[in-house]
């Protein structure tokens, strides 16, 4: 079973940046990876994914442009830089692993439905 630890979360200004971080507990070069998030009273939505080696992306209307999403397949980790950050980026941001079969494309297309295994969740908070 892979374990998901999201770190980097917080409170930041509008406009503020922030770093999300992903460790996983072991290789995950066979997985897609995500990120999705929820915020209060919504359902979950994809933020972005990212093909096994990283050569392919994909990114909500929402985020694109502003967010950036990559991965470290020898630190076994994903990141997901988030810039101009908003208050509606307001949620809990989950890092995904995608089932073995799974694509980038299929994770987003799913809203989740391919991921086998999910972090814990990290808050991050846009407020002035």
């Known amino acids: 079973q892979v374990q998901l630890v999201e770190s980097g979360g917080g409170l930041v200004q509008p406009g503020g940046s922030l770093r999300l971080s992903c460790a996983a507990s072991e290789r995950t070069t066979s997985n897609a990876m995500g990120w999705f998030r929820q915020a209060p009273g919504k359902e979950r939505e994809f933020v972005a994914t990212i093909s096994r080696q990283g050569s392919i992306s994909y990114y909500a209307d929402s985020v694109k442009g502003r967010f950036t999403i990559s991965r470290d397949n020898v630190k076994n980790t994903v990141y997901l830089q988030m810039n101009s950050l908003k208050p509606e980026d307001t949620a809990v941001y989950y890092c995904?692993?995608?089932?073995?079969?799974?694509?980038?494309?299929?994770?987003?297309?799913?809203?989740?439905?391919?991921?086998?295994?999910w972090g814990q969740g990290t808050q991050v908070t846009v407020s002035s």
């Open positions: 995904a692993a995608g089932e073995n079969m799974a694509t980038a494309q299929s994770m987003r297309d799913s809203r989740g439905l391919y991921v086998e295994y």
